[in-house]
């Protein structure tokens, strides 16, 4: 019996999208909810008491890398990874098998788990490899090259789930296959076969209390999303998750959703793997996604990219994104005049400027806690809209009324 509770508290009138409350061994969190990335047991440059402090209620951290580096082995004999990285709350581990495309076809192929524009299949696949492949996938698990020191290393669906067990986060994922959407729908068909193999041998190697999640596979593929739903929704997974290639398109990512979670049981919560926009996580909460996790807002924060509210100037048109640039060098004013996160409450968009033009970190920790605490009260206003029956009108007003300042 794992230690997870989901109850649900709203539903809304309009569409497929809820609130609700997700009792984990480590907290309780919120839904709907963003996950904040730790890949490598660390939000970039952000301290774990910062995170508290801004809101956030679950991390997610990287089953891979931590098995890379600095082991398992380490991780459980520092008390997991909650004593490990001081974090007190909720956590999610993943479980490599998003690395078996990172580090696979999408090295080779150069693409994402969405394409956008995407014209000629065959093309792609075709082309020049853009850089060797560093796993390989067979019917007993993933092979890796380290792309630490080249070292083979194989890991399994037993393997993935003992790494996890000993990391000891509140909610682990199967191992899976992430599909490339160039793939064809043959190759499609045979990897969620091997997939759901895949999760019934995961389910047989859990040990502990932890949360088991079962990941929804399919390609683009309406045939394939619907056998994959209704196959893993008959198992005793503690929570489900919607993974690999999402399509050609945002619109395909969004039949996606409709396809798995009308499917999916109503009483467990639903996850979007690896999907952070503004603009997707309100398309995908609307069709019933109950968490998310993405790089995202550190990633910009590294690139000097401030996310900023609609009413500090922010739309659709420009992804709710501010440059940090030359133009802010005697601005006194914060990165967002409507934010009152540590970072805009007491430091200004010249300060930040000039810690990002001289190359200390301190500049990127203070934009990585804005994006993060942007990203946090988003959620919450998202949560209070469905609680309080109006979340069509707070989609509209984020999405709707601002296309008209693109």
């Known amino acids: 019996m794992s230690q997870l509770e989901f109850n649900l508290l709203a539903r809304d009138s309009r569409s497929m999208a809820r609130a609700g409350t997700l009792k984990l061994k480590h907290g309780v969190v919120q839904t709907p909810e963003f996950i904040v990335v730790g890949t490598r047991a660390t939000v970039k440059a952000v301290d774990p008491a910062d995170l508290k402090r801004i809101g956030v209620q679950i991390t997610l951290a990287n089953t891979y890398h931590l098995w890379l580096r600095p082991g398992e082995n380490v991780v459980a004999g520092q008390g997991g990874l909650h004593n490990f990285m001081g974090w007190a709350g909720p956590m999610v581990t993943d479980s490599g098998g998003f690395q078996a495309f990172s580090l696979g076809y999408a090295l080779e192929h150069g693409v994402g788990k969405l394409i956008d524009n995407f014209a000629d299949r065959d093309w792609f696949k075709k082309r020049k490899p853009l850089r060797p492949k560093l796993a390989r996938i067979d019917e007993d698990g993933v092979i890796f090259r380290s792309h630490?020191?080249?070292?083979?290393?194989?890991?399994?669906?037993e393997k993935s789930i003992q790494i996890q067990e000993k990391l000891g986060a509140d909610m682990i994922l199967v191992l899976d296959e992430c599909t490339s959407p160039v793939a064809s729908y043959e190759y499609t068909k045979n990897a969620l076969a091997r997939t759901h193999r895949w999760a019934e041998r995961c389910l047989a190697a859990r040990t502990t209390d932890q949360a088991l999640v079962g990941i929804v596979q399919g390609g683009e593929y309406q045939d394939l999303r619907i056998e994959s739903a209704k196959f893993l929704g008959q198992l005793p997974f503690d929570a489900y998750a919607i993974g690999g290639s999402?399509?050609?398109?945002?619109?395909?990512?969004?039949?996606?959703?409709e396809w798995s979670n009308e499917i999916l049981p109503e009483n467990k919560p639903r996850h979007l793997l690896g999907i952070g926009s503004?603009?997707?996580?309100?398309?995908a909460v609307a069709r019933g996604v109950d968490l998310f996790d993405c790089i995202l807002p550190t990633r910009l924060a590294r690139m000097g990219i401030a996310l900023i509210r609609s009413e500090s100037g922010g739309h659709i048109g420009n992804h709710w994104r501010m440059q940090i640039n030359g133009?802010?060098?005697?601005?006194?004013?914060?990165?967002?005049?409507?934010?009152?996160?540590?970072?805009?409450?007491?430091?200004?968009?010249?300060?930040?400027?000039?810690?990002?033009?001289?190359?200390e970190m301190l500049g990127h920790t203070l934009v990585s806690v804005h994006n993060i605490a942007f990203m946090t009260r988003l959620m919450q206003?998202?949560?209070?809209?469905?609680?309080?029956?109006?979340?069509?009108?707070?989609?509209?007003?984020?999405?709707?009324?601002?296309?008209?300042?693109?």
Not at 148 to 157: A, E, F, I, M, S
Not at 340 to 350: A, G, I, L
């Open 148 to 157: 630490l020191d080249g070292q083979p290393l194989k890991l399994t669906p």
């Open 246 to 257: 999402l399509g050609k398109s945002k619109l395909d990512m969004l039949r996606v959703l």
């Open 327 to 359: 133009s802010m060098l005697n601005d006194s004013r914060p990165l967002d005049e409507n934010c009152s996160c540590p970072t805009c409450t007491r430091f200004s968009r010249s300060y930040i400027r000039h810690l990002q033009k001289s190359g």
């Open 278 to 283: 503004i603009e997707d996580i309100f398309a």
């Open 381 to 406: 206003e998202i949560r209070t809209a469905l609680i309080g029956g109006n979340f069509a009108e707070l989609q509209s007003t984020w999405l709707e009324s601002v296309r008209e300042k693109a």
